[in-house]
């Protein structure tokens, strides 16, 4: 079956060390997202990309950077990790097959930054 | 920019209720709208995606409505049961491209007491 995953789940590191994220899925989806989730604030976008080579920015994009090199894979980079960047991220892809426009979530990976 | 809020933020019911979760959304311009699933700690399920020019989508006991005009949609459970207990996300996606980002709400707090 497709899948979204990502890693790690849960990742602890401290403030000014570059972080990245990963996210694969197997749906062969053009469209990824990247989410974070925050109490208060609920899910906001930080970075998406409709294709390879293509990146968008978000809503909440300072401080975090994305690369699409190939379908699958869209790792998110914290080039910089500051402690307003511990919350929950999660990857997201859509494709234009099946019920057009439906979103897909991975898991999530639980970021804490000391 | 597209606000979408989810009214009540909490509820709490016996087993066997029928109930209804509402979601507005400021901008009646959307391309669909999603309703996901949340159980703590984990990633988000779809669980009903209406396209803009739907009126309604029905999965098992779950229904959901949308009246675009109005900015408004609905997710009626029937016969709810604890399994239902998980926090329910509306999110609607703009009409700016064919596979576009999500707006979400924040989301109401399902409780199914036995």
């Known amino acids: 079956d497709a899948e979204i995953t990502q890693s790690p789940r849960h990742k602890i590191t401290e403030t000014g060390r570059q972080v990245t994220l990963a996210c694969h899925q197997t749906?062969?989806?053009?469209?990824m997202f990247w989410y974070r989730q925050d109490l208060g604030h609920g899910l906001r976008l930080i970075h998406y990309?409709?294709?390879?080579?293509?990146?968008n920015k978000g809503e909440v994009s300072d401080g975090y950077s994305v690369s699409r090199s190939n379908t699958e894979d869209l790792p998110l980079t914290l080039e910089s990790a500051a402690s307003s960047q511990t919350s929950v991220y999660f990857c997201?892809?859509?494709?234009?097959?099946?019920?057009?426009?439906?979103?897909?979530f991975g898991p999530g990976t639980r970021l804490t930054v000391l | 920019k597209q606000e979408v809020t989810q009214i009540p933020a909490a509820l709490s019911v016996p087993e066997g209720e029928n109930l209804v979760l509402n979601c507005s959304f400021t901008?009646?311009?959307?391309?669909?709208l999603q309703w996901f699933r949340q159980d703590p700690g984990k990633g988000l399920t779809s669980l009903l995606l209406i396209q803009s020019s739907q009126r309604e989508q029905t999965s098992g006991r779950l229904n959901a409505s949308l009246d675009k005009s109005s900015g408004r949609s609905t997710l009626y459970i029937a016969a709810s049961q604890p399994g239902d207990s998980a926090t329910y996300l509306c999110?609607?996606?703009?009409?700016?491209?064919?596979?576009?980002?999500?707006?979400f709400g924040r989301g109401t707090q399902l409780t199914v007491w036995p």
């Open positions: 997201a892809s859509a494709g234009g097959s099946g019920r057009v426009g439906e979103q897909f």
């Open positions: 999110a609607v996606s703009d009409r700016g491209s064919t596979l576009g980002r999500l707006y």
């Open positions: 749906w062969n989806h053009n469209n």
């Open positions: 990309s409709y294709g390879v080579q293509d990146t």
């Open positions: 901008d009646s311009a959307i391309y669909n």
